[in-house]
């Protein structure tokens, strides 16, 4: 490791402590943006990479709230607006238990370099609770994000952060947020993308994270002539990109046959179809049941609960050539990685954010297998986020089709710029430094022109 990596992660360790999964995501683009700060003194010298770093401002509340029991609750609210070179802050809302700083400042710091990917103008941002909406009635959950919105809407506008949803937010939250903020505000703008189609939505936006990890792994296999056709692909989450994800690889002729949630994980066997797939949607969305009953609808899909004694996950031991992690962070450890590899995965498209960790994407890299990093994987979700907001300005509504295929342009062109920025620092087909490096140089050059600020 050169000093610079050794240096700005000294510096990074000490100014933001016990933030393992920050120092995680800016020690892997440090370490691919070495070569890149070599070449180009004037982006050490302007330390913009520690500009990077240091988030523009973070805003963090309370947000008190009356449970069905009449018991007030409090949770902590956040907002991280990383960066703002290439465009308003942008990125989801998280509401998991496990949310706090260093989670969403990792969450953060990677939106800017996935933002920029998507060549659309949107800089980086974050946001979230450690609200659980698990368990929760929806009278509990509107009054949470009632509470929610009422500070967040002091920071947040469509010129200047435009949050969506992640883990925990989806169309039910997004509209409890946004009808809070209209309220407020007394205006009705484009303050946040995964709006309900009847009120400023897009097409295509619940599907687009995961449609586009599936377009990418596409692209990938269109390197070595292949194509999804026939391929087994393992699933993991169960939530908005791991749905979206199975009904593209069914459209594009593969079969998925596992997916998860917290509570475990369905093996089947037969592949999951459409009428599956349209039963994991009702279970999921609308239901809000766990992942076993699917196990009960169809004997012939297997439930293995969740062990959190196990030192791998046993989802990602079966025979397959794709595997498309789409429900958390570090979720692929070394030894899942290994198990991948040995069971014949030559694909790998995260649909989730850094699912895996440090010596699994060591691994992916040096066996040179085809290794789609989250950031440029993923990035088709804030992509049509992206094109969510052209709509809200134009005040038009473009069809399913149209958005279908930009966003296709979009991740054709994020894997293009992987390809070319990898090929020009010498380390053909790798993603991961490719994904690094063409993000990092937008956002760079952008702020070298707008001076130190
Ligand atoms: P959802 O809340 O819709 O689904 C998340 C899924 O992952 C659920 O099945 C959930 O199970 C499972 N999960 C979450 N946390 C854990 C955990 N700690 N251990 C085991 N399982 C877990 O979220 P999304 O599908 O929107 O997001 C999934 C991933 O994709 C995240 O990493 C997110 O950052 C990333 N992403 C999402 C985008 C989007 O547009 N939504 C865009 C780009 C990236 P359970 O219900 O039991 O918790």
Redesign the pocket.
Do not use: Y
């Given at each position: 490791m050169s000093t610079f990596v050794n240096d700005f992660m000294a510096e990074l360790k000490a100014k933001n402590p016990a933030e393992p999964e920050f120092h995680q995501a800016a020690q892997e683009v440090a370490e691919s943006l070495e070569v890149v700060i070599d070449r180009n003194p004037a982006y050490r010298k302007m330390k913009i990479l520690e500009r990077i770093a240091e988030p523009d401002r973070v805003i963090v509340f309370r947000v008190p709230w009356i449970d069905d029991a009449g018991e007030v609750q409090v949770n902590r609210g956040f907002r991280i607006e990383m960066n703002s070179a290439i465009g308003p802050y942008k990125g989801?809302l998280?509401f998991?238990p496990?949310v706090y700083l260093g989670l969403l400042k990792f969450?953060a710091f990677e939106q800017v370099f996935k933002n920029s990917l998507t060549t659309l103008p949107m800089g980086g941002g974050k946001g979230g609770s450690d609200f659980d909406p698990?368990g929760k009635s929806d009278n509990e959950v509107m009054r949470f994000c009632q509470s929610f919105m009422l500070e967040l809407q002091r920071h947040i506008g469509q010129f200047t952060d435009v949050p969506?949803?992640?883990?925990?937010?989806?169309g039910r939250e997004i509209g409890y947020l946004f009808g809070q903020y209209k309220r407020v505000r007394n205006e009705f703008t484009g303050v946040l993308t995964?709006k309900g189609i009847n009120w400023g939505g897009s097409l295509i936006r619940p599907e687009?994270?995961g449609y586009g990890s599936v377009y990418f792994a596409a692209e990938m296999l269109a390197t070595r002539g292949e194509t999804l056709e026939g391929k087994k692909c393992l699933v993991?989450?169960?939530?908005?990109?791991?749905?979206y994800t199975m009904e593209k690889i069914i459209d594009l002729g593969g079969k998925a046959v596992t997916?998860?949630?917290?509570?475990g994980y369905i093996y089947d066997e037969a592949g999951i179809d459409r009428a599956k797939l349209a039963f994991i949607l009702e279970l999921?969305n609308v239901k809000r049941g766990?992942?076993k009953e699917y196990a009960d609808a169809y004997p012939g899909a297997v439930f293995t609960p969740?062990d959190k004694e196990r030192e791998h996950n046993p989802l990602w031991t079966h025979q397959a050539d794709c595997a498309f992690p789409?429900?958390?962070?570090n979720?692929i450890n070394a030894k899942d990685a290994q198990n991948l590899l040995d069971n014949g995965v030559s694909v790998v498209s995260e649909?989730?954010?850094?699912?895996t960790v440090p010596e699994g994407v060591e691994l992916f890299v040096e066996k040179g297998i085809l290794y789609g990093p989250?950031k440029a994987a993923?990035?088709g979700?804030?992509a049509t986020?992206g094109l969510e907001m052209s709509q809200n300005s134009l005040r038009l509504n473009w069809t399913r089709e149209e958005v279908d295929a930009r966003l296709r342009g979009i991740m054709k062109a994020i894997h293009k710029q992987c390809v070319d920025a990898a090929a020009a620092y010498d380390m053909k087909g790798n993603y991961v430094a490719g994904a690094n490096i063409a993000g990092f140089l937008k956002v760079a050059d952008s702020m070298l022109d707008q001076g130190v600020i």
């Open positions: 989801g998280r998991h496990s969450l698990k969506a949803g992640d883990i925990g937010v989806g995964g687009a994270t993991s989450g169960s939530g908005n990109v791991a749905q997916f998860s949630d917290s509570s999921k766990r992942v969740a789409s429900a958390t962070q979720e649909g989730s954010n850094m699912p989250g993923n990035a979700g804030v986020s």
